[in-house]
């Protein structure tokens, strides 16, 4: 089974148990007639479309580039996260709806013992499905796996405080309790759902993942080859659990356009190492010699047959200096 075959059969099964959890929690409500439960319901229905959703697009994100997609399908699960954080603020503004209605027209709350344990238990699953779902994501590179899971635990979290708020209740008798408790939950659904749209409108805008850029620079410092004389100019693009990297190589400026694709083919393999075949690289190559600036005192090739001076101190990749163009070295 293929990583992605893996994702679905991962997606399929938090789809099944949500659907569990959902029916759990509205059979609680109708025992108990507590907007709190409510807002729990609530969010579990978010919880089984978004798991729809992501299914869809876990299925429509496997599909291999094609003409129409040179670069994969991997974007459609952003979409997903995305519609999944619309869907989370809207379920919150709904809550915060219901309970300022109950606040002012009061409704008696019933059988809240059964309805605490029912909405403690599905807590607790919730918990174990977002641990498996983010696992799964991080290990497959899937960001809809790891947006959902991000939900479902913070869907426990809030849980936990609803019990305990429901519990107060149980033994105070204090109606107000319940309507307070569903304002507190439904705004931290609220945020909670900005939260992934932020996430998810950057990775569709191919912000730069400071990140991902950081670790590729520190990979390439420790694999570094003597004729690697600068590594610039790159950019990285994120697609499903694909990643896109774009790049200039600089070379000796008297190696031949052989022994440039063999410096090229070495950098790819320290990238496909380490990434497996998830990374499409393109790359350019430059000659040493197009900086105004010479690269001999910082070139750490010991057989340049051409060295105009002595290597003073080698040159790291950092940050800054992997993403600089040749005009933007030039200036500096």
Request: glycine share 8%.
């Amino acid at each position: 089974m293929d990583e992605e075959q893996v994702k679905i059969k991962v997606q399929k099964r938090i789809v099944f148990i949500s659907g569990l959890i959902l029916i759990g929690k509205f059979i609680a409500y109708f025992l108990t007639n507590s907007v709190g439960v409510l807002t729990d319901a609530m969010e579990s229905i978010v919880n089984v479309v978004a798991g729809l959703i992501s299914l869809y697009c876990l299925r429509w994100g496997a599909k291999p580039g094609d003409k129409e997609h040179p670069y994969g399908h991997g974007k459609i699960e952003l979409i997903s996260a995305s519609v999944e954080g619309i869907l989370i603020s809207v379920a919150g503004v709904m809550i915060i709806y219901e309970a300022v209605k109950r606040l002012l027209v009061p409704a008696e709350v019933e059988k809240l013992d059964i309805g605490i344990v029912i909405v403690a238990v599905s807590g607790v699953l919730n918990y174990l499905m977002g641990y498996y779902s983010i696992r799964s994501g991080k290990k497959y590179g899937s960001m809809a796996l790891v947006a959902g899971g991000k939900h479902l635990q913070s869907d426990t979290y809030s849980t936990i405080g609803l019990v305990a708020g429901l519990l107060v209740l149980y033994f105070t008798g204090l109606a107000w309790i319940d309507s307070a408790l569903a304002l507190i939950f439904g705004s931290i659904i609220i945020i909670t759902g900005v939260s992934i749209l932020r996430n998810t409108i950057a990775g569709l805008l191919d912000t730069a993942d400071d990140k991902l850029l950081e670790e590729l620079a520190d990979l390439l410092n420790e694999n570094r080859q003597p004729e690697w004389v600068d590594i610039h100019n790159t950019k990285v693009i994120k697609s499903g659990n694909c990643i896109y990297i774009d790049c200039d190589l600089t070379v000796p400026w008297y190696y031949t356009v052989s022994e440039g694709h063999k410096a090229g083919e070495k950098l790819k393999k320290v990238l496909t190492d380490r990434y497996n075949e998830k990374v499409q690289l393109t790359l350019h190559l430059d000659p040493c010699d197009i900086f105004e600036k010479p690269k001999c005192n910082t070139c750490i090739f010991e057989s340049c047959r051409h060295r105009k001076t002595p290597m003073v101190k080698p040159e790291k990749i950092t940050l800054s200096s992997f993403i600089l163009n040749e005009n933007e070295m030039n200036a500096g």
